[in-house]
């Protein structure tokens, strides 16, 4: 059974600091991993796709690697702000099937103006 | 284009009442799934459907029923509502089950 784990739970950090969010998981057979954010009280908004054959996704102040034979991939924001503050939610999808996506806890990010 | 729709935002239900949370998308997306997310713990999966008349048990599915009968829309359904089924409901889509998930604004049910 997939089980994706997301270290820290929680972050904060200054205004304009560069940051990691971390996302393991345990089987390596996926098809694809998303990152999405969730503001609270909110619904999910997906922020980066990455097909297993790729390495890396860039959407401007993000970007997200995955290195599928070590089961982890990373979210790097540049440049943090206020705005960026919300939980980020990593998800996996498997290859067999019609398995749906398994998802992280989350890390919940504080960004301090 | 409006999406994934669920309604209602908000409900609160009394012990052993029953209720049907809606969702509709209009992307002509085949795959649609229900999750609920409890705090701190993650989103778990509920009921998926790959196609119209066509659904599948996930990981937390006691307690809930779902049927498709179209494309667009995807309907759970809340039987004898129990305090462990308040939680936020979300219900989701996807072309062919293999591209990124659209996710709808969710459901806030409390069972009271």
């Known amino acids: 059974k997939q089980e994706v784990t997301q270290i820290p739970a929680a972050l904060s950090v200054p205004e304009g600091e560069n940051l990691v969010l971390n996302c393991s998981f345990t089987d390596s057979a996926i098809y694809n991993l998303q990152w999405f954010r969730q503001d609270p009280g909110k619904g999910l908004t997906s922020l980066l796709l990455i097909q297993s054959s790729q390495r890396e996704q860039t959407s401007g102040r993000l970007n997200a690697s995955l290195d599928k034979s070590s089961g982890r991939s990373t979210l790097y924001i540049a440049a943090s702000q206020p705005g960026d503050s919300a939980t980020y939610l990593c998800?996996?999808?498997?290859?067999?099937?019609?398995?749906?996506?398994?998802f992280g806890k989350g890390t919940r990010l504080s960004v301090i103006a | 284009n409006a999406g994934v729709t669920q309604t209602p935002k908000f409900r609160i239900l009394k012990i052993g009442q029953s209720m049907t949370l809606q969702c509709t998308q209009d992307m002509n997306h085949n795959y649609m799934y229900w999750y609920r997310q409890d705090p701190g713990m993650g989103l778990k999966l509920i009921y998926y459907?790959?196609?119209?008349?066509?659904?599948d048990k996930g990981e937390v599915p006691n307690g809930y029923n779902v049927s498709r009968s179209t494309t667009e829309d995807f309907p759970l359904r809340l039987e004898l509502a129990a305090p462990s089924q308040t939680s936020v409901y979300f219900c989701a889509s996807s072309y062919l089950g293999t591209y990124g998930y659209t996710f709808g604004s969710g459901t806030r049910l409390t069972v009271v």
């Open positions: 998800a996996v999808k498997g290859n067999s099937g019609n398995t749906p996506l398994v």
């Open positions: 459907s790959v196609g119209a008349g066509i659904t």
